[in-house]
């Protein structure tokens, strides 16, 4: 499979020795051409990877923010056909890499070579489906590889070594860490656990990191580059779109939030060069 967006993004900031910035937002909240504005603005902002989120009616591993995003996605008609074409016309404007973000069963019932086909059409780089394990998701896997899009799996602090190795041979692009047990949201402290399961994943891989769940601040950040290849950062940067009161407020509060979160990656690189 030749190198993705996403692969090739992670290759620059290893070069640059900078830590990433992987910005999520739900798509089509509060409506999809205001999130196609305030994707624009984390591009502009600095985002290396944006993650689309498919909004979906049972959000299981996402806390209370982007359950509420998911709930005014769906209020405004988003479906996952139109986070797609959201996804085209987003390509048409820039190169950023682009990642649907989905539980499951949308995928499922829109059927795996379809969505496989209308992701890459549009100019998607891959998918990470949060409720999928990697046994069974071979078929899955094969409709991705075929059309040149990588699959990004999630590995917990609960996983075995074993288990591990595992997902990272299920992956390409990066491997989405999730640093700590429970649903998304922000948290004052990262765990005091995740240096030990980054140098566990790091001995299971030689895929990029990227480190989610609880990143939230330029601290937090600043300290992941020490222990990653990037930082996920997701419930703060949906809570100022709940905030804003229109579109183009939403948009520059998101941007302006992920131009510190970028500044303190970019200062994080001393101390990540420090630990090597």
Do not use: C, W
Request: hydrophobic residues 45%; neutral net charge; without cysteine.
């Amino acid at each position: 499979m030749n190198p993705t967006r996403i692969t090739k993004r992670f290759e620059e900031l290893r070069r640059a020795g900078e830590l990433g910035l992987v910005a999520y937002i739900t798509a089509g909240d509060p409506t999809l051409d205001a999130s196609e504005r305030i994707a624009m603005a984390l591009a502009d902002a600095g985002a290396d990877v944006i993650e689309l989120g498919v909004p979906f009616s049972d959000p299981v591993a996402d806390g209370p923010v982007i359950q509420r995003a998911s709930e005014r996605a769906l209020r405004s008609g988003t479906t996952l056909a139109g986070v797609i074409e959201s996804v085209k016309r987003l390509r048409a404007k820039t190169q950023v890499p682009l990642l649907l973000f989905s539980y499951y069963n949308p995928v499922l019932q829109m059927g795996l070579k379809k969505f496989a086909d209308a992701a890459a059409q549009a100019g998607a780089d891959g998918a990470l489906i949060t409720d999928i394990t990697p046994e069974e998701a071979g078929e899955y896997r094969g409709a991705m590889r075929a059309r040149g899009l990588d699959t990004v799996f999630l590995a917990a602090p609960t996983s075995t070594d074993a288990r591990l190795k595992m997902i990272a041979e299920t992956s390409t692009g990066f491997l989405y860490v999730i640093s700590r047990t429970g649903v998304t949201g922000t948290k004052d402290s990262l765990a005091e656990e995740l240096p030990a399961l980054t140098r566990r994943v790091r001995a299971a891989t030689s895929l990029p990191i990227a480190v989610g769940f609880g990143v939230s601040l330029p601290e937090h950040v600043s300290l992941l580059g020490g222990l990653a290849d990037a930082a996920v950062v997701g419930s703060a940067l949906v809570a100022e779109i709940e905030k804003a009161h229109s579109a183009e407020a939403a948009a520059t509060a998101v941007a302006a939030k992920a131009r510190t979160l970028k500044e303190a990656a970019r200062k994080g690189i001393s101390r990540r060069e420090a630990t090597r």
